[in-house]
């Protein structure tokens, strides 16, 4: 646990001491959402090019043949300084680190020491919201003494990757270049590197200009570490001078239309206004308030500006990797964590970057017919570790072969998408045949009981990964049921309305009564003595164990006790039966909620960083208050506080922060939708005296206004921009 970041109402702030600090560089990380940085510090001495890099959203270079890493791309957040002819190499400096969550805006301040002279040092940074090609840097040097200053700034070349196995307990120390430079240019005022990732051949271009006084450019450098341009001058004391860099980063895979070159008489005010002016309209709609809990109120709008930043919400080309921006781990790939945890997000606050991210998974339907087929299977399988190009990255190939339950997930995040929305252009032209493909899938992967009518799910894993390998998960086989009935309608309504598209797809009457049967042969487990529900066929087979003997404290179990004897174990690593039933609340009585509760939350291990919200959002939907706000307050700080201990060697836990945001509106605020029209069903903790946030639903935007003794739900005036 860390308790050294400070939170205030719309910032954030932390000192430390040392140039280097993973877990603060992964809280203080900024960006615009097709790209960004982690908050490390511009002139650190000491060359860290595996963790100091640049990421942008869709930039993937190639390790092997078919496998692929999200690329840690030279960062032009690179200098240093020498004093008198003396470079600077100390280690002890002590900093202190600010993130306004207002605009992105991050600031560093320290003071380096050498040869017995002192330079007061203050940088800030911005990834531009309105314009999503520009990282904006000012650097503020003020000399305590009359000095010789010469500073080196430019592009860091050397940064490279250090692929981390998909296996959890296993390390790697060896690093990898993913970038090859290929063209250099200087002018007057700055110079351009072109920049060509390995196997996917993806061109990167960073552009740099300067804006400064006092120094002048004395020549250019370039190294095995990085290249750039070498000021030099003669500085007097107490006197500051500014360095402003504006650097545009473009690829040639660019969809985003923001992205635009600026001219020559930028500088860093203007284009942090501006930056703050798309800011201010995006906070409008995701913005949440709580009145009476101040802690709670400041680690949400953490929660929600970091959802903004890692999302690429005008790119359809991308989705959002595990760890978002903020890391390579599990080479940057896209998993369910979107579909299940984080969509609702973007859904209820800015639905065209729900589309993106659900049209994604639809221009990826041929690559997961082309996975369907490698597993020997029809229609169409979505993988467990998608890459920019929607290729399954799954190394490990009992995971890979049995997480089957992705595929019902993102038929599951369409539907949610498409019935919020209303979007029956998406519906009928993207999301039909996904549907379709993947009953297609279903109807070839369950395997028929012999005299029984009824069908049985073999070799898979629900989202309970330590239950071994199972059969007739509960969770993915309700999702399939309505994975089939979708598909079922689907092809009814295509039928009726566009029978060309039928046609195309090759439906027939006989096929969808084949799916009509599965839907009703497939096997919900319950136990038969209780009547409650399983988690799958063998679960209640496992040998118990008291969670204790196998963890104390909120870090993983599988630390310190190997995977195959968790498999073995009646314990849980995160929700699942109960993730089922708070996706899917109407399909459970409150009973049978009350008792999967009490069945399965005991056993619950928490070694996943989505568990907590996850067990939260349940807690609060069923009024069970007291757990409700104790599993809140671990997600909603478990990056802040570091909870799990692993925010800084993995970057922040997008999922986490995707399913507190609904722990909060969809938990506490009871926001749902009966008969197409929004309503409210809260349970605020005790302590919030208030909440306030704002949702779009079917084209339109309301403000809900919740408080102890009433509830205000209207429909308010929204922009063009929002619901594009």
């Known amino acids: 646990m860390r308790n050294d970041v400070k939170l205030d109402k719309w910032s954030i702030s932390a000192e430390s001491k040392g140039w280097t600090d993973d877990f603060l560089e992964s809280v203080f990380f900024t960006g615009n959402g097709r790209m960004g940085a982690r908050g490390h510090l511009t002139f650190e001495p000491h060359a860290r090019p595996e963790k100091t890099g640049l990421f942008i959203a869709g930039i993937f270079g190639e390790l092997k043949s078919g496998i692929t890493d999200f690329v840690n791309l030279p960062t032009p957040l690179y200098a240093w300084v020498n004093i008198d002819g003396h470079t600077i190499c100390e280690d002890d400096v002590h900093v202190y680190r600010t993130l306004d969550l207002h605009n992105g805006l991050f600031t560093a301040e320290y003071v380096l020491h050498c040869a017995g002279k002192s330079l007061q040092v203050r940088e800030e940074r911005f990834f531009s919201l309105s314009n999503t090609g520009l990282l904006v840097q000012r650097v503020t040097l003020t000399p305590c003494e009359k000095m010789d200053l010469e500073l080196f700034s430019g592009v860091h070349t050397n940064c490279c990757n250090l692929p981390i196995p998909d296996d959890q307990t296993q390390e790697n120390t060896q690093t990898v270049q993913l970038t090859e430079v290929r063209q250099k240019e200087f002018s007057d005022n700055g110079f351009s590197l072109h920049l060509l990732t390995k196997g996917t051949k993806i061109k990167i271009s960073e552009n740099m200009t300067y804006h400064m006084e006092n120094l002048q450019c004395r020549s250019t450098f370039e190294n095995d570490k990085g290249t750039g341009f070498v000021f030099a001058g003669s500085v007097s004391a107490k006197v500051p001078f500014v360095i402003e860099q504006c650097v545009f980063l473009s690829t040639s895979r660019d969809k985003d239309p923001r992205i635009h070159k600026v001219g020559s008489d930028w500088n860093f005010d203007t284009l942090l206004w501006e930056s703050e002016s798309a800011w201010s309209q995006r906070w409008q709609s995701a913005n949440i308030e709580v009145e009476g809990d101040r802690q709670a109120d400041a680690a949400l709008r953490y929660v929600i500006f970091e959802l903004i930043a890692n999302n690429s919400a005008k790119d359809s080309s991308v989705n959002i990797g595990a760890r978002g921006l903020t890391h390579t781990r599990y080479k940057g790939c896209y998993f369910w964590d979107t579909d299940m945890f984080m969509m609702p997000f973007y859904l209820y606050t800015a639905p065209e970057a729900a589309r993106n991210l659900m049209q994604y998974r639809t221009d990826a339907l041929p690559q997961a017919k082309k996975h369907a087929q490698e597993m020997n299977c029809l229609g169409a399988r979505y993988p467990w570790m998608a890459a920019y190009d929607g290729s399954e990255q799954c190394e490990s190939w009992d995971i890979g072969a049995s997480e089957l339950h992705v595929t019902a997930d993102v038929v599951h995040a369409l539907n949610q998408y498409v019935q919020t929305t209303g979007d029956e252009e998406f519906y009928i032209h993207e999301a039909a045949e996904v549907y379709i493909e993947t009953a297609r899938f279903w109807q070839s992967r369950y395997t028929p009981e012999p005299g029984t009518g009824k069908v049985n799910l073999l070799f898979c894993k629900g989202p309970d990964e330590y239950c071994g390998i199972t059969s007739n998960n509960l969770y993915t086989n309700v999702l399939v049921k309505e994975n089939l009935k979708l598909a079922k309608d689907a092809a009814d309504y295509l039928y009726q309305h566009d029978r060309p598209v039928y046609l195309r797809l090759g439906i027939t009457a006989e096929e969808v009564e084949c799916w009509n049967k599965l839907e009703h042969s497939i096997k919900l487990p319950k136990d038969p003595v209780s009547g409650h529900w399983r988690q799958d066929d063998t679960f209640h087979l496992l ?182």
């Open 543 to 724: 040998e118990p164990i008291q969670l204790s003997n196998l963890k104390q404290g909120d870090a993983a179990s599988y630390k310190c006790v190997c995977f195959d004897r968790l498999q073995r174990y009646r314990v849980i690593k995160q929700a699942d039966v109960l993730l089922l039933m708070s996706r899917l609340p109407n399909m459970f009585t409150s009973k049978e909620k009350l008792a999967a509760w009490k069945d399965f939350e005991p056993l619950c291990l928490h070694d996943s960083t989505l568990s907590f919200a996850s067990h939260a959002l349940f807690a609060a939907q069923n009024g069970l208050m007291d757990a409700a706000q104790s599993y809140f307050g671990k997600a909603a700080f478990l990056d802040l506080r570091n909870v799990m201990g692993n925010t800084g060697t993995e970057g922040l836990h997008l999922a986490c922060l995707g399913e507190t945001w609904q722990a909060a509106v969809i938990g506490f605020g009871g926001l749902s939708f009966r008969n197409g029209v929004p309503e409210l069903k809260p349970h605020l903790p005790p302590n919030w005296e208030s909440m306030h946030f704002r949702f779009f639903y079917r084209g339109k935007q309301y403000e809900a206004d919740l408080r102890q003794d009433h509830n205000l739900l209207r429909e308010v005036q929204c922009n063009e921009e929002s619901t594009t």
